[in-house]
């Protein structure tokens, strides 16, 4: 039971969906987002152009925050549903389809929603950035969502492994 019908409960769903562009895929998503009855949707990886990003709402749930890249890759959006009892107070986007979150207060309780993309390739400033920015945030309960693409350093780990023992 999500915490527009009883105070204290929050559904919350983290789905990297590796694509909405295909008419199809959104209705998916959207039916997955209506089954689970979800409150707040923290995508990743919708390769949407910010023109795009709100063809992800319907009658129920609304694009709150996103953040796209100027090709149709990377891409992260936090959906909220429309009756979800909130106070937005801030929203951040970064410009490179990685970063986006939201600072709210539902029911007294202040709480910054964040979706993340990682890059595929480490890049050494992404994550301390990412620190930088959700540091300020300080003040807010903090509930991130995220593709934080970390099994390449495992994979490379286990090539190592393999090539040290046979």
């Given at each position: 039971?999500?915490?527009?019908?009883?105070?204290?409960?929050?559904?919350?769903?983290?789905?990297?969906?590796?694509g909405?562009?295909?008419?199809?895929?959104?209705?998916?998503?959207?039916q997955?987002?209506h089954?689970?009855?979800?409150?707040?949707v923290?995508?990743?990886?919708?390769?949407?152009?910010?023109?795009?990003?709100?063809?992800?709402?319907?009658?129920?749930?609304?694009?709150?925050?996103?953040?796209?890249?100027?090709?149709?890759?990377?891409?992260v959006?936090?959906?909220?549903?429309?009756?979800?009892?909130?106070?937005?107070?801030?929203?951040?986007?970064?410009?490179?389809?990685?970063?986006?979150?939201?600072?709210?207060?539902?029911?007294?309780t202040?709480?910054?929603?964040?979706?993340?993309?990682?890059p595929?390739?480490?890049?050494?400033?992404?994550?301390?950035?990412?620190?930088q920015?959700?540091?300020?945030?300080?003040?807010?309960?903090?509930?991130?969502?995220?593709?934080?693409?970390?099994?390449?350093?495992?994979?490379?780990?286990?090539?190592s492994?393999?090539?040290?023992?046979?």
């Amino acid at each position: 039971m999500g915490l527009a019908r009883r105070r204290g409960t929050l559904t919350i769903l983290s789905l990297n969906v590796r694509g909405l562009n295909n008419n199809i895929k959104r209705v998916k998503c959207q039916q997955l987002m209506h089954r689970q009855k979800a409150d707040v949707v923290l995508i990743q990886e919708s390769h949407l152009r910010q023109g795009d990003v709100s063809k992800i709402q319907d009658k129920q749930y609304k694009m709150i925050s996103s953040s796209s890249s100027s090709s149709k890759s990377k891409g992260v959006i936090i959906v909220f549903k429309r009756n979800l009892p909130t106070k937005i107070e801030k929203t951040y986007s970064d410009n490179l389809g990685r970063l986006t979150y939201v600072c709210t207060t539902i029911y007294d309780t202040k709480i910054a929603f964040v979706a993340i993309y990682a890059p595929t390739i480490f890049e050494k400033n992404f994550y301390p950035s990412v620190m930088q920015e959700l540091l300020t945030l300080s003040e807010y309960k903090m509930i991130i969502g995220g593709d934080m693409n970390a099994v390449s350093i495992l994979q490379n780990a286990s090539n190592s492994f393999r090539k040290l023992h046979g």
